[in-house]
């Protein structure tokens, strides 16, 4: 990681990704409208709290506190959600900071856009969170993409919440908000719906993980969702929503580490790069 901040690498993964199989048109129920389709889901879901909840019990994930769930209950429209990426369970802490928030979780659902390998490369048990977990793949394939971007939009005029991680890459505990890419706030223009920016902050616990590791213990902050300017273009409001949740990031990381944001490039570092 620190070679990959120095050389402004942020938008690459510090660990291979496995490859995965192009996601072809019609591959994915993305509104679940499969009988099948719901039953999976339903199980998954079903599946994935009872894996959190051993989770939690044995101390692998540790939420401190969960800041701002006012922000999240007094939406009226669907939103897409932003946090930061530095761990494979990290939705997880959203996920629970999305059941505290909301009541009725079949009125407004919680949705996690994933990467195309993460969909088609997992076997096992991970595989079947994967593909069933209310999750929305994205694909390299242009049909495919297309009836994401067109599920997504859907989803969000029904109401329902969108997780994007808007950083694009995963870097293992690492505590800086890095550039952010426009996917997210273009679903956000796209549908007239605001982003919910939330960022996860870290302090060491006293446990110690498999790995030898400290485990982390998480705040998750929840702030005001940021709704797009009926004046501005499209390409303006991406901008302004990107710049926008990077300084509400960086405002959550500077107050909660006590210190400035400050990146180890040779090159100034933007809200996008």
Request: hydrophobic share 35%.
């Amino acid at each position: 990681m620190k070679q990959f901040e120095e050389e402004g690498r942020f938008y690459e993964d510090v660990e291979n990704d496995p490859p995965g199989e192009t996601i072809k048109a019609g591959e994915v129920d993305y509104l679940r409208k499969k009988l099948s389709s719901k039953l999976y889901a339903h199980t998954a879901y079903k599946i994935a709290r009872k894996f959190l909840n051993k989770m939690i019990e044995d101390k692998k994930i540790i939420i401190k506190d969960i800041i701002g769930t006012e922000n999240l209950r007094g939406l009226k429209t669907g939103a897409v959600m932003t946090c930061n990426h530095f761990n494979a369970f990290d939705s997880f802490a959203i996920q629970m900071a999305y059941e505290a928030s909301i009541s009725n979780w079949k009125k407004k659902r919680f949705y996690r856009v994933i990467k195309e390998a993460n969909y088609t490369s997992f076997p096992g048990f991970y595989g079947f969170l994967m593909r069933h977990c209310y999750t929305l793949p994205l694909s390299s394939s242009p049909k495919a993409m297309g009836e994401m971007m067109r599920s997504v939009d859907t989803l969000l005029k029904q109401g329902h919440l969108v997780l994007v991680y808007p950083e694009q890459s995963m870097w293992w505990n690492y505590r800086k908000p890095k550039p952010l890419k426009k996917g997210a706030y273009r679903f956000a223009v796209k549908s007239n719906v605001p982003v919910v920016p939330c960022f996860i902050t870290m302090q060491d616990s006293n446990i110690v993980d498999d790995d030898g590791f400290k485990v982390q213990e998480y705040t998750i902050h929840i702030e005001k969702p940021i709704y797009p300017k009926k004046e501005l273009s499209s390409s303006d409001n991406m901008d302004y929503l990107l710049e926008e949740n990077y300084s509400v990031w960086k405002n959550i990381y500077e107050r909660s580490y006590q210190t400035k944001l400050v990146y180890t490039t040779k090159e100034e570092v933007h809200a996008q790069m």
